[in-house]
């Protein structure tokens, strides 16, 4: 696959802020790969590899270890579900598993779920820094506070967009 040529524009742009360590750009590619392509693919993996003169498996340790990486597509939207302990209590689950019934999402929680109309991806998440308004959502990057409510179920699925 030929790469497009801002992509190749923006990674040059990234390496040369780190002269001292071609390595330190790692973080900064993979995001923006993801950015560019919507997940980090083999492809992503072996090429900035490649570009910073690491083997491979430097940069798919990184793209395993931390959770804002994908490693597969995604719906076209996203929604996290905090899981962690004020949300866990609040009924996370159940907002998980009512997400999941009205989209069609299916899996075992987890990891991310896709419908099968490939609109939502679905995926339990940590804590999303607002325990106060438990159970919190995210879809895209708009923050959903007490999303167990009927309306806020709604707006959970981008319903009213
Ligand atoms: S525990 Fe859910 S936002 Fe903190």
Redesign the pocket.
Known sequence: MKLPADFTARADEIIARYPASARSATLPLLHLWQETFGFVSGQGVEWIGARLGLEPIRILELVTFYPMFRQAPIGRRHIRV???????LAG?RDLYAELCRRTGAAGDAHGPVTSPDGEYTIEFV??????G????AMIGDRLIESANTPDNIEACLGKGD
């Open positions: 905090c899981r962690t302990l004020s949300c866990a996370a940590e804590c999303l820094a607002s325990c308004t438990a159970p919190v």
